[in-house]
């Protein structure tokens, strides 16, 4: 059964930080895996998008990387701004289900 | 495109009420899933339909609920007769499979009295 888990599950930090949330899953067979964002009270906002054959995929500020053979994604966020606080969550796909992260809680002061 | 449509958007009811939420996805997306979301539980997989079938439905808590996609563009999660622990906000998202990422819709908060 594939689990995934997100490090750390919150993080406050000042404006202009550069920060990595990490995401792990234990399955390695996964077809993709996408990065979504999700502010109190609302939807979910896809980010990016890696597919299982790419290392990485960036838009902006943010770069996502994918190793499968360690079952290990990360989210990089340059020069955070306070826009940039909510819950950020990973999802991997396997056999047509989108399985889910616990998120990380950011929080990013001026 | 107006992305995934989701209706309505708040609905309280009392215990014992029949409940049904509304999904319409992307035009063009094959595959439908329905999730719940808990403060306690996080994001859960209840079904999901490929080209209009219901595939896994294994996520569903018990008999009380149901789902139906009776075409491409539409679909609904009922909940007779509903509790208050099915308070949770319920989302719907679509995706054209083997292709491109999941869309999600906005989602329906539900609370039960």
């Known amino acids: 059964k594939q689990e995934v888990t997100q490090i750390p599950a919150a993080l406050s930090v000042p404006e202009g930080e550069n920060l990595v949330l990490n995401c792990s899953f234990t399955?390695?067979?996964?077809?993709?895996l996408q990065w979504f964002r999700q502010d109190p009270g609302k939807g979910l906002t896809s980010l990016l998008l890696i597919q299982s054959s790419q290392r990485e995929q960036t838009s902006g500020r943010l770069n996502a990387s994918l190793d499968k053979s360690s079952g290990r994604s990360t989210l990089y966020i340059a020069a955070s701004q306070p826009g940039d606080s909510a819950t950020y969550l990973c999802a991997v796909v396997n056999t047509d289900k989108l399985i889910f992260g616990t998120g990380t809680r950011l929080q990013v002061f001026p | 495109d107006a992305g995934v449509i989701q209706s309505p958007r708040h609905e309280v009811t009392e215990m014992g009420q029949e409940v049904t939420l509304r999904c319409k996805p992307i035009?063009?997306?094959?595959?439908l899933f329905w999730y719940r979301q808990t403060m306690m539980r996080g994001l859960e997989l209840l079904i999901y339909?490929?080209?209009?079938?219901?595939?896994?439905d294994s996520g569903m808590p018990e008999d009380r609920f149901s789902a139906k996609m009776p075409n491409a563009s539409f679909s609904t999660l009922k909940i007779q007769p509903s509790e208050p622990r099915d308070s949770a906000v319920y989302f719907c998202?679509?995706?054209?499979?083997?292709?491109?990422?999941?869309?999600f819709g906005s989602g329906t908060r539900l609370t039960v009295v």
């Open positions: 998202a679509s995706t054209r499979q083997g292709a491109s990422g999941y869309t």
């Open positions: 035009s063009g997306h094959n595959s």
């Open positions: 339909f490929n080209n209009n079938v219901p595939i896994d």
């Open positions: 399955d390695s067979a996964i077809y993709n």
